[in-house]
């Protein structure tokens, strides 16, 4: 009988798995392309579900193709303890952004099926759908409708730049599942992810206790001045819509820098009507703002709005802008941190305090039930690319950690 001392996941397995499961939409430069609800999400969630009920798993699927494979556990009556992330990738992305989350979870499962252990409480991994967003926007959208973030409906009638709805798209791949979208079907979610930034690599530590994940605000902005030749129309009398994005663009640097641990960017910009000659009319561009607490988010907010106001004012410019998204800040559970923690000393490890910069479908579920995250590093900090590269050793550290994270958690519903 297997003991909570010697439960040992298998990092080689978790390797092969997660390096033969990159055959699902696999590109030259060894990335994946694996949208949502595509042939290729479609190959690697029949893998999936089949894996998992080789392992001993019960799998259902929700009506946005959420998928959630259940391990039994010695005491039905709780409720499972979940973990997951998503299948899904950006249209260049990598092999571990989402996908470790899930693979660890059922190498997790793996490993309690093949030493006969049984948790109290039921395990579920979970493949949330369409993480990414790139196909259908926004991002995290069905870890949002399951937690009632997002209206389910809209969702199903997402399209994408082809006019194919996010419930087409599942239909035709036969992932529109039965089951209705509810969210009381665990009790506590832990997310294991690669870290997306360059933290935890350049101080040489293995495991990230993610504290939280920062608030993000985004904003879309239209700056209307006047086209005009650029020879033939003074400086004095110019509208140079141009001029006022550039002004932005270093209002946000500064905006970023002043509020520190806080980041601000343009990162679209479309320059009308973009021609050497003409004076630019018209300039389209967005904003993305983030911190990890609200207020200082308002504040930043507040002082982006202002800066925008100057630099229409002085380049007399209209200006049309709309928050077009908005996460907020989310504080991740004190208990499953601590376990976290703990479950990292248990595997020799010295867990690092840090914050998500980015988005994660555990965010959506943190103001529901008790959830956490692990990181681990990622070659350079780099993702949703196709180099994204992590190691053997630190994705088998994470899956082990997520592992003693469980046990930690489940030792406490008695
Ligand atoms: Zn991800």
Known sequence: ????????????????????TARFGATAKGGLRRLAASAEDKQVRDWF????????????????????????GRRPDLKPIAVGSHLDTQPTGG??????????????????????YQTSAPIMVINWTNEEGSRFPPAMQCSGVYAGALDLEAALATPDHD???????????????????????????????????????????????????QGIRWHEVTLRGQDAH???????????????????VCALQDIGRRHAPGVASVGM???????????????????????????????????????LARAAGENGLDVEQRRNWHSPAIAFDPVLIECVRRGAERAGYVPRDILS??????????????TAMIFVPCEGGISHNEIETATLEDCGAGTQVLLNAILEYDARLG
């Open 1 to 20: 009988m297997a003991t909570q001392t010697n439960l040992a996941i298998n990092p080689r397995r978790l390797w092969e798995t997660i390096h033969d």
């Open 49 to 72: 579900r089949a894996a998992c009920e080789a392992a001993g798993c019960t799998v259902t699927v929700d009506r946005v193709g959420n998928m959630f494979a259940l391990y039994p």
């Open 95 to 116: 092999k571990f952004d989402g996908i470790l989350g899930v693979l660890a979870g059922l190498e997790v499962i793996r490993t309690f099926a093949e030493m006969g």
């Open 163 to 213: 006019g194919v709805t996010l419930g087409e798209a599942l239909e035709a791949i036969g992932y529109v599942g039965t089951e209705p979208v509810r969210p009381d079907r665990f009790q506590a979610l832990f997310e294991l992810h690669i870290e997306q930034g360059p933290i935890l690599e350049a101080e040489g530590v293995t495991i990230g206790a993610v504290q939280g994940v």
């Open 230 to 248: 650029t020879g033939a129309t003074p400086m004095a009398m110019r509208r140079d819509a141009l001029c006022g994005m550039a002004a932005m």
């Open 269 to 307: 910009v479309e320059n009308r009507p973009n021609s050497r000659n003409v004076v630019p009319g018209e300039v389209f561009f967005t904003a993305d703002i983030r911190h990890p607490e609200e207020a200082v988010l308002d504040a930043m907010e507040a002082e982006f709005l202002a800066a």
């Open 357 to 370: 910069g980015a988005g994660h479908d555990a965010a959506y579920l943190a103001p529901l039930v008790p």
